[in-house]
């Protein structure tokens, strides 16, 4: 499969419908990430998806295609293309899938940002109900290094309108991407960003060097040295201790080194017992650390 047909979707989206609408992603610049390194960005031609749409309602047959209740739209950012051509993919997909009640997509900060709440209005009335954030940290000088392509201070704006418009935020941040040296900074911002967006759902990855990276180079060149085991566990404790909003936090990833699912504040004590109980466990029973040729 070459990397254009390879199609990502957050593991909870397992059970919808893809939509393409765009290969590649528009951003392309944070120093961590391999996923379209290669890939140009291109939004597919809004008629080339609208005919794809019937041609899925009729392989799918007119007695099931009740059973299609929810499309991820596929691409680096969605939420980077016109507005019109959005509302005009989900309108048509709701014209030809009766029971089709949610659409989901990726989005950045950087984009969504360039939004009005009038557009972001409109996309929610059309269905949009969640967009997965990669928001990362919040250190204004880490997503700077990160090269993330917007500040704390644009994350919590683009919360505030995808709230007013009732889209659902989903964020992921990134246990270990400041490395020792900014651990507890990484820490404490991003409780407070994560405070102060109160996303519904917080995914906690721990960074993994890839392969044809930046941070990569960075890492075979001795220039960033990985977390240990019981390092990320501690910065995982500092986070969660200061986060005071209501939020689900959620830690399924097969590169972190615990795994719960917490919904803050009421669960936060039972939370530090179970990372407590995992700083007990002796580092090299966790998966090793170093650098990965996957994509993710
Ligand atoms: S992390 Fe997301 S926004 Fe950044 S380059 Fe990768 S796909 Fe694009």
């Not at 659409?103 to 360039?114: L, S």
């Not at 940290?137 to 007013?164: H, Y």
Request: some cysteine.
């Amino acid at each position: 499969m070459s990397q254009t047909e390879t199609y990502y979707r957050p593991p909870s989206e397992a059970d919808s419908f893809i939509i393409r609408v765009m290969h590649g992603c528009p951003h392309n610049a944070c120093t961590f990430c391999n996923l379209f390194k290669d890939v140009p960005c291109k939004v597919l031609p809004l008629e080339e998806v609208l005919s794809g749409l019937e041609q899925d309602a009729r392989d799918i047959g007119p007695e099931h295609l009740h059973l299609l209740t929810s499309i991820y739209l596929e691409g680096g950012d969605p939420l980077a293309i016109n507005s019109k051509y959005l509302i005009a993919v989900m309108e048509r997909a709701k014209d030809l899938f009766p029971a089709l009640t949610r659409f989901a997509c990726y989005a950045t900060a950087r984009f969504t940002a360039k939004k009005t709440q009038a557009e972001l209005n409109a996309l929610a009335a059309a269905g949009l109900r969640r967009v997965f954030v990669g928001l990362e940290s919040g250190s204004a000088d880490l997503l700077r290094q990160l090269r993330k392509g917007c500040t704390p201070d644009d994350l919590i704006r683009v919360g505030q309108m995808l709230r007013e418009a009732g889209i659902e935020m989903d964020v992921s941040m990134m246990l270990g991407i400041g490395g020792q040296e900014h651990s507890r900074e990484h820490a404490l911002s991003t409780a407070g960003l994560l405070n102060a967006i109160c996303p519904e759902c917080v995914r906690i990855r721990t960074f993994v060097v890839k392969n044809g990276t930046e941070i990569g180079a960075d890492y075979l060149n001795g220039r960033f040295m990985l977390m240990k085991p019981h390092n990320i566990l501690r910065e995982l404790r500092l986070l969660a201790e200061n986060i005071e909003g209501r939020m689900q936090l959620l830690s399924e990833h097969w590169t972190n080194f615990i795994h719960f699912n917490a919904m803050l504040p009421e669960a936060k004590l039972q939370l530090l017992e179970h990372i407590d109980k995992h700083l007990l466990i002796a580092e090299q029973e966790f998966r090793p650390i170093g650098i990965s040729a996957e994509k993710s």
